[in-house]
């Protein structure tokens, strides 16, 4: 199958002709612990409006209420949490974790504004759907080299600290 002049066409307005695109940073914080995961933690916000302490605080905060209500026992043992300021007021908690030896599996937060109180699920109203933006790939290309590393060890306890101390920092 070739792509038409009309395909082509319709592909270029996925692009706003008034968007303005700008760099974000990926910052790495201190990783969280739950009873069966280890997860490395990446703050994503433009460098002079990054994740406020108070948001990451609540984010996991949020994490550890869920963790302890049970509801994160399938994550699965390592991965990695990506807080996404997207702008203004809204976030994305994106959770991701190894899982099938290499496959990585995903669960979306979102706080959107001082009207919400709280992280809460993010759901998708299509079957064909957004994954990770621009930004977050950053983030997600590390994990997923370091990842593959991993794959390659022993996997023993030395391999997953190594993995866990081994995090991205940089332009996203």
């Known amino acids: 199958m070739t792509a038409t002049s009309t395909t082509i066409e319709k592909a270029a307005e996925n692009v706003a002709p008034n968007y303005?695109?700008?760099?974000?940073?990926?910052?790495?914080?201190?990783?969280?612990?739950?009873?069966?995961?280890?997860?490395?933690?990446?703050?994503l916000a433009t460098t002079d409006d990054p994740v406020p302490v108070y948001i990451r605080d609540l984010a996991r905060s949020f994490?550890?209420?869920?963790?302890?209500?049970?509801?994160?026992?399938?994550?699965g043992e390592l991965g990695f949490v990506i807080l996404h300021r997207c702008g203004g007021?809204?976030?994305?908690?994106?959770v991701s974790t190894w899982r099938n030896e290499n496959e990585l599996w995903e669960s979306v937060y979102a706080k959107d504004g001082v009207d919400q109180a709280?992280?809460?699920?993010?759901?998708?109203?299509?079957?064909?759907?957004a994954t990770f933006c621009?930004?977050?790939?950053?983030?997600?290309?590390?994990?997923?080299?370091?990842?593959?590393?991993?794959?390659l060890?022993?996997?023993?306890?030395k391999a997953r600290q190594n993995y866990l101390r081994d995090r991205y920092r940089g332009p996203a």
């Open 63 to 75: 994490l550890e209420t869920e963790s302890a209500a049970g509801e994160l026992e399938t994550l």
């Open 134 to 151: 621009v930004w977050e790939l950053a983030a997600v290309w590390h994990e997923q080299q370091v990842w593959k590393r991993y794959l």
């Open 89 to 94: 007021d809204f976030y994305f908690l994106l």
């Open 20 to 43: 303005v695109h700008h760099d974000k940073f990926v910052d790495p914080d201190e990783n969280i612990l739950f009873q069966n995961s280890s997860l490395k933690w990446y703050n």
């Open 153 to 157: 060890t022993v996997r023993d306890d």
């Open 118 to 129: 709280e992280f809460g699920l993010f759901t998708f109203s299509e079957s064909h759907r």
